[in-house]
């Protein structure tokens, strides 16, 4: 007989294109945060209307709470491993050192000198806003919820009553809180009342979470992956609400920003309560590519393969753009530009992402 030469079948990917959408959509409005893409000095332009209308883009520009809905949603719907689990928190906070470390040292060179005790310092004072490795802070907040995922999971698989009774009480202290402060300081904007002022104080000290919205997002994941079915046989009502959601948060926020002479909060649609909405609108309307095929699956798949490296890597290639020159000529186009630059880096950090997959032993600095 003949031998069998017939190649092993390729392994079939269970990858859903509809999720690697999102967090491709997420990954580029993080990065056109991080590079200022949208110019919205409403006032100080005298209300253009490029300005406000990218205001409205800014508004829905949160690319965090896509990103941590993404897990939720992944997370919830498998099967716990303590061990992958715990192997896979100590990964993430192995990869958050070394790439303060090297964000440290790169933002540091040619400015200050380099000493272990400055780059310790650095390291330690890693948040939201740090000078050099403030882009962490969402590994930060990440290992935080990775910590209580095992309690969650085991109340999400046992007890759906109670998971949802805490999503709850997460949704109110992350989005129901900020909605509120929003109208009390516009009631102190034409009545001071020293009691208004201590309320939001009062009921932020029964907060049991410091990031309640990440924890917020994290559940309202693992509810969609549990009324998936639900919720798509209605996706397009959903993207409807959310479309109208995005549109009533920037009316109000434009309002605001009349009233108060100033642009309103651009980060305000990061925890508020139109973001459910709109949340669920990018879920539903990135379901749509859930059976794509071809060369475009594997694009997205390629790119939510890489979300980790691109999220680390993409804030060295804005700090150290290609030729000042060019990087000034984009400028200069405005929002074209702008655009233009932004792609570069996503496209450029995700190509270096991908080559740092395929170097053995470098693979797990870009990857857990």
């Not at 434009?254 to 139109?274: A, E, K, M, Q």
């Amino acid at each position: 007989m003949g031998e069998n030469t017939a190649s092993t079948p390729k392994k079939l990917s269970t990858r859903d294109p509809g999720l690697d959408l999102m967090k491709a959509v997420a990954l580029l409005w993080v990065i056109s945060l991080h590079m200022s893409t949208w110019k919205f000095d409403i006032i100080e332009s005298g209300w253009n209307i490029s300005h406000v209308l990218q205001y409205s883009v800014r508004l829905l520009a949160e690319g965090v709470p896509i990103l941590i809905l993404v897990n939720g949603i992944l997370l919830f719907s498998r099967k716990l491993d303590m061990k992958k689990h715990i192997r896979k928190i100590i990964s993430l906070f192995l990869i958050f050192l070394l790439w303060a470390v090297i964000l440290t040292v790169l933002e540091g060179i040619g400015h200050d000198e380099i000493t272990p005790a400055y780059i310790l310092k650095h390291v330690l004072e890693t948040q939201n806003g740090s000078e050099f490795t403030g882009c962490l802070w969402y590994l930060q907040s990440l290992i935080g919820l990775y910590l209580i995922f095992p309690l969650l999971k085991v109340v999400y698989d046992h007890h759906r009553k109670i998971f949802c009774y805490f999503m709850g009480v997460a949704a109110f202290f992350s989005l129901m809180i900020p909605l509120t402060e929003v109208v009390l300081n516009l009631i102190l904007h034409y009545h001071d009342n020293e009691l208004i002022t201590l309320t939001i104080p009062l009921i932020e000290r029964f907060d049991p979470g410091g990031t309640g919205y990440f924890v917020f997002f994290f559940m309202l994941g693992g509810y969609i992956a549990d009324k998936k079915d639900l919720i798509l046989k209605h996706r397009a009502i959903w993207i409807l609400a959310g479309t109208g959601a995005w549109i009533v948060s920037y009316l109000i926020c434009l309002g605001l920003t009349g009233i108060y002479g100033s642009i309103f909060d651009p980060s305000f649609d990061c925890s508020s309560v139109f973001t459910v909405f709109m949340m669920l609108a990018i879920y539903c309307a990135s379901s749509y590519v859930s059976s794509a095929a071809g060369w475009f699956k594997e694009t997205l798949e390629s790119i939510g393969q890489n979300t980790l490296g691109i999220f680390l890597i993409h804030s060295i290639f804005i700090r150290f753009f290609p030729l000042e020159i060019i990087s000034q000529i984009l400028e200069n186009m405005g929002l074209p530009g702008r655009l233009i630059k932004l792609l570069t880096v996503f496209i450029f950090s995700w190509a270096f992402s991908v080559i740092l997959r395929n170097i053995p032993g470098l693979k797990k600095i870009v990857s857990i």
